[in-house]
């Protein structure tokens, strides 16, 4: 299933634009292979930050017993990789050296698993009274070059070897990964002893990872300014409008602009608790134990095109039209 396709992107260099094509590439076969299967999640071009960092995965795929990372690389000549895992690349028959793929998912990834760990309750909830996790899950990354690339995989570090494939060939490689027991509908295998999510907990997952998703494509809108006034003598009274104030209100609106929560269901506004479901985050009220939404329309534009974020114990208020933000109380 696809809960998220490819972002457009802008590319106008050469390399940037030979980078979009593979991603799409990438994407056009994990569509062929897993759109109409529940139990495998795609989401292409995901951004996200925690704990003051950010990272871009291309590709991310959650299955029942884990995580696969992605990384496209578009690589039109030769790759080779040393024994202290140095990538060097062709093109044009030149060789330069080029940062290492495999390395930089593996941050991404670990970055992606403090993530789901900080909110494993929120996602996962306890299970018999133990707190779940993520760390013990199966986690996977592979580096997707292009179908045209010649790798040497004579000298390269079998370590390395394992997780380059090239585009044609990742469905199979990612079915050896996986190796799906059908545990969504109960069938299972006795030899199999990885922990798996069931299906809620995986649409629980998908839905928490796309409210974590950072929209970079959406532009600011901007506020078209009357054009400027020639000169006017200093009687005239136009000069003494108090136009900085004004601005000034706009620049200051969103220090001024607080969003409060109260429960829709008995107006209740400080006795709840912050949690998370399958359509987001929402409250829940401790007086009558009903939920209400925290995703509410922008105050300041009334834009319901908004998105709640959560930073530790901080969460806050996004709207995609007038990129207005502020924390939610």
Same mark, same amino acid.
């Given at each position: 299933?696809?809960?998220?396709?490819?972002?457009?992107?802008?590319?106008?260099?050469?390399?940037?634009? /030979?980078?979009?094509?593979?991603?799409?590439?990438? /994407?056009?076969?994990?569509?062929?292979?897993? %759109?109409?299967?529940?139990?495998?999640?795609?989401?292409?071009?995901?951004?996200?930050?925690?704990?003051?960092?950010? /990272?871009?995965?291309?590709?991310?795929?959650?299955?029942?017993?884990?995580?696969?990372?992605?990384?496209?690389?578009?690589?039109?000549?030769? &790759?080779?990789?040393?024994?202290?895992?140095?990538?060097?690349?062709?093109?044009? %028959?030149?060789?330069?050296?080029?940062?290492?793929?495999?390395?930089?998912?593996?941050?991404?990834?670990?970055?992606?698993?403090?993530?789901? @760990?900080?909110?494993? !309750?929120?996602?996962?909830?306890?299970?018999?009274?133990? %707190?779940?996790?993520?760390?013990?899950?199966?986690?996977?990354?592979?580096?997707?070059?292009?179908?045209?690339?010649?790798?040497?995989?004579?000298?390269?570090?079998?370590?390395?070897?394992?997780?380059?494939?090239?585009?044609?060939? !990742? &469905?199979?490689?990612?079915?050896?990964?996986?190796?799906?027991?059908?545990?969504?509908?109960?069938?299972?295998?006795?030899?199999?002893?990885?922990?798996?999510?069931?299906? +809620?907990?995986?649409?629980?997952?998908?839905?928490?990872?796309?409210?974590?998703?950072?929209?970079?494509?959406?532009?600011?809108?901007?506020?078209?300014?009357?054009?400027?006034?020639?000169?006017?003598?200093?009687?005239?009274?136009?000069?003494?409008?108090?136009?900085?104030?004004?601005?000034?209100?706009?620049?200051?609106?969103?220090?001024?602009?607080?969003?409060?929560?109260?429960?829709?269901?008995?107006?209740?506004?400080? @006795?709840?608790?912050?949690?998370?479901?399958?359509?987001?985050?929402?409250?829940?009220? @401790?007086?009558?134990?009903?939920?209400?939404?925290? %995703?509410?329309?922008?105050?300041?534009?009334?834009?319901?095109?908004?998105? &709640?974020?959560?930073?530790? +114990?901080?969460?806050?208020?996004?709207?995609?039209?007038?990129?207005?933000?502020?924390?939610?109380?």
């Amino acid at each position: 299933m696809i809960l998220k396709t490819k972002s457009p992107q802008n590319a106008k260099s050469a390399q940037a634009i /030979a980078g979009q094509k593979q991603e799409h590439n990438v /994407a056009f076969f994990l569509r062929r292979a897993y %759109k109409d299967n529940p139990e495998v999640l795609v989401i292409n071009d995901f951004k996200f930050s925690f704990n003051d960092e950010t /990272a871009q995965i291309d590709h991310l795929i959650v299955y029942p017993y884990g995580f696969i990372l992605l990384e496209s690389k578009s690589i039109k000549g030769h &790759v080779k990789v040393n024994k202290q895992q140095e990538w060097t690349r062709s093109y044009s %028959k030149q060789w330069s050296g080029m940062p290492s793929p495999i390395k930089q998912v593996e941050l991404q990834q670990a970055l992606l698993k403090q993530l789901l @760990n900080h909110h494993r !309750l929120d996602v996962l909830g306890k299970m018999f009274g133990i %707190k779940q996790g993520f760390s013990g899950r199966c986690w996977d990354h592979l580096c997707v070059v292009s179908s045209d690339a010649i790798i040497d995989r004579k000298s390269m570090p079998k370590a390395v070897s394992e997780k380059l494939v090239k585009s044609e060939f !990742l &469905v199979e490689k990612l079915q050896k990964i996986m190796k799906l027991r059908n545990k969504i509908i109960r069938v299972v295998n006795v030899y199999d002893t990885r922990p798996y999510f069931n299906k +809620e907990e995986l649409d629980s997952i998908g839905s928490f990872l796309i409210n974590q998703h950072l929209d970079t494509t959406a532009e600011p809108s901007i506020v078209p300014q009357a054009a400027p006034k020639l000169a006017q003598p200093i009687a005239k009274p136009v000069v003494t409008r108090p136009q900085p104030i004004e601005q000034a209100s706009v620049v200051e609106a969103t220090t001024m602009i607080r969003v409060a929560l109260q429960c829709k269901h008995c107006g209740e506004s400080t @006795n709840y608790t912050p949690m998370y479901g399958k359509f987001g985050y929402y409250i829940k009220c @401790n007086q009558c134990t009903k939920n209400t939404p925290m %995703k509410q329309a922008c105050p300041q534009c009334k834009n319901k095109q908004t998105r &709640v974020q959560k930073s530790q +114990e901080t969460y806050t208020l996004n709207c995609q039209e007038c990129s207005f933000s502020q924390q939610i109380v």
